[in-house]
């Protein structure tokens, strides 16, 4: 008897408790609880010792996140290690990994910057915007500059990252546009097929090729929207991609 009347005063103690210390008790709590996990990990993934843990939705799975291209599940003692996407099925089966992916390429593209991209910008408001890495002799890179009149008459600002995956020939053209005394103009030259002068100058194309090295980048052009999340396949014809920036308002 005497058992039960702690127990339930207990209860009522924690429930006259202010919800702030309640909070941050269950914040103690999982900082106890990811320190473990990150212990456990490095035991078995050494490299994991600079990841980001976090937990999941799912009670005794933890995310472990040390790139774009890196995000797994451990359970809190690393016995078991799932590598994989997670869909959330009652939320339209929107895929928690891709959304973390997602985030972490946004901070990427922050840490870059706009300075170091060569922007398109329209005239008008900007309605959506949109990231792309680019070879400047890819052909479908080509044929998607071709179309950035139509971009910029549909509010969308165009961000390019240069990734000269074809060689020495691509990477002196990609610092000679940015070099250049007007970088549009020199690049609606070279994705035209002719000849940029030669310039030199200190530029952002070894950050550019990093950052795509990082964010697992193999091939032109990756287009990446504003939520982060790459364009499946590549190429995208913008009469097909400008209804889907539209539609994500």
């Given at each position: 008897?005497?058992?039960?009347?702690?127990?339930?005063?207990?209860?009522?103690?924690?429930?006259?408790?202010?919800?702030?210390?309640v909070?941050?008790?269950?914040?103690?709590?999982?900082?106890?609880?990811?320190?473990?996990?990150?212990?456990?990990?490095?035991?078995?993934i050494?490299?994991?010792?600079?990841?980001?843990?976090?937990?999941?939705?799912?009670?005794?799975?933890?995310?472990?996140?040390?790139?774009?291209?890196?995000?797994?599940?451990?359970?809190?003692?690393?016995?078991?290690?799932?590598?994989?996407?997670?869909?959330?099925?009652?939320?339209?089966?929107?895929?928690?990994?891709?959304?973390?992916?997602?985030?972490?390429r946004?901070?990427?593209?922050?840490?870059?910057?706009?300075?170091?991209?060569?922007?398109?910008?329209?005239?008008?408001?900007?309605?959506?915007?949109?990231?792309?890495?680019?070879?400047?002799?890819?052909?479908?890179?080509?044929?998607?500059?071709?179309?950035?009149?139509?971009?910029?008459?549909?509010?969308?600002?165009?961000?390019?990252?240069?990734?000269?995956?074809?060689g020495?020939?691509?990477?002196?053209?990609?610092?000679?546009?940015?070099?250049?005394?007007?970088?549009?103009?020199?690049?609606?030259?070279?994705k035209?097929?002719?000849?940029?002068?030669?310039?030199?100058?200190?530029?952002?194309?070894?950050?550019?090729?990093?950052?795509?090295?990082?964010?697992?980048?193999?091939?032109?052009?990756?287009?990446?929207?504003?939520?982060?999340?790459?364009?499946?396949?590549?190429?995208?014809?913008?009469?097909?991609?400008?209804?889907?920036?539209?539609?994500?308002?």
């Amino acid at each position: 008897m005497k058992s039960l009347l702690n127990s339930t005063l207990l209860l009522l103690l924690m429930a006259c408790l202010p919800v702030s210390l309640v909070q941050a008790a269950e914040k103690s709590d999982e900082k106890v609880d990811i320190a473990a996990v990150k212990q456990a990990l490095v035991k078995v993934i050494p490299q994991a010792r600079n990841a980001t843990i976090k937990i999941t939705p799912i009670p005794g799975l933890y995310e472990v996140t040390a790139s774009a291209e890196m995000v797994l599940y451990t359970t809190k003692d690393a016995s078991y290690i799932i590598s994989g996407d997670m869909f959330d099925m009652q939320n339209n089966q929107k895929n928690l990994t891709e959304v973390r992916r997602g985030g972490i390429r946004q901070e990427a593209l922050n840490s870059l910057g706009e300075d170091n991209m060569l922007v398109y910008t329209p005239k008008g408001e900007v309605k959506h915007t949109i990231t792309v890495f680019t070879d400047i002799y890819c052909p479908y890179c080509q044929r998607l500059h071709h179309e950035m009149d139509n971009y910029m008459k549909n509010g969308v600002k165009v961000r390019y990252i240069f990734v000269p995956f074809k060689g020495e020939k691509s990477v002196n053209t990609s610092v000679s546009v940015w070099c250049a005394k007007d970088r549009n103009k020199a690049m609606d030259m070279a994705k035209s097929g002719k000849a940029v002068d030669k310039k030199v100058c200190e530029n952002p194309i070894s950050k550019h090729q990093t950052l795509a090295r990082e964010l697992g980048i193999r091939g032109t052009p990756a287009i990446m929207l504003e939520s982060g999340q790459l364009v499946p396949g590549g190429y995208v014809p913008s009469a097909k991609l400008i209804p889907q920036l539209k539609s994500t308002l």
